[in-house]
T-cell receptor, first 116, second 109 residues
Framework: IAGITQAPTSQILAAGRRMTLRCTQDMRHNAMYWYRQDLGLGLRLIHYSNTAGTTGKGEVPDGYSVSRANTDDFPLTLASAVPSQTSVYFC???????????????FGPGTRLTVL | GQNIDQPTEMTATEGAIVQINCTYQTSGFNGLFWYQQHAGEAPTFLSYNVLDGLEEKGRFSSFLSRSKGYSYLLLKELQMKDSASYLCAVSDSNYQLIWGAGTKLIIKP
């Protein structure tokens, strides 16, 4: 693994189903993030984790949950998917949650999710 | 509320220079990032400014004026591969990134 991987690449899901998007990084970064990207809107933060064992809510957390059991993995779960959750989901990581150019965020390739 | 404004789309000619503007209103400021995102791909880091002034990195430069809540990304000697969206993001008082919707740059031969 090099950088950040996400799975699946894309998924079509029936409304009401449960879905977990996977994210793994091998850079030993402390901070990880989940964003959704919708046409005409900027990236919006769903949840974040500043370090393993801790998580926090972002701008649009409703309907999503996360866990951070270890440094490398940060799965995002949709408990009961709804059509408004159709989006492209990006996982990102940074060395730490503080400022500075060294805390640039590195992004995974994204998961394209369609909820019908 | 927090707000980042960028033009939706810009068109430029191969070999020319283009300036993409970004204005922001955020709760606190801990730096401004520019990212490039090609269609269907992930954003990748271009530049970071935290102090006023110009940061130059090859063909790309980024400028910041904190008093005006303003930044621009300057791309010189445009190449076809520069066709992409350019995202402006501000690190707020909690070090969370607030993102603009992005500027789609179209390069014409």
């Amino acid at each position: 693994i090099a950088g950040i991987t996400q799975a699946p690449t894309s998924q079509i899901l029936a409304a009401g189903r449960r879905m977990t998007l996977r994210c793994t990084q091998d850079m030993r970064h402390n901070a990880m993030y989940w964003y959704r990207q919708d046409l005409g809107l900027g990236l919006r933060l769903i949840h974040y984790s500043n370090t393993a064992g801790t998580t926090g809510k972002g701008e649009v957390p409703d309907g999503y949950s996360v866990s951070r059991a270890n440094t490398d993995d940060f799965p995002l779960t949709l408990a009961s998917a709804v059509p408004s959750q159709t989006s492209v989901y990006f996982c990102a990581s940074s060395d730490s949650a503080g400022g500075g150019s060294y805390n640039e965020q590195f992004f995974g390739p994204g998961t394209r999710l369609t909820v019908l | 509320g927090q707000n980042i404004d960028q033009p939706t789309e810009m068109t430029a000619t191969e070999g020319a220079i283009v300036q993409i503007n970004c204005t922001y209103q955020t709760s606190g400021f801990n730096g401004l990032f520019w990212y490039q995102q090609h269609a269907g791909e992930a954003p990748t880091f271009l530049s970071y400014n935290v102090l006023d002034g110009l940061e130059e990195k090859g063909r790309f430069s980024s400028f910041l004026s904190r008093s005006k809540g303003y930044s621009y990304l300057l791309l010189k000697e445009l190449q076809m591969k520069d066709s992409a969206s350019y995202l402006c993001a501000v690190s707020d008082s909690n070090y969370q990134l607030i993102w603009g919707a992005g500027t789609k740059l179209i390069i014409k031969p």
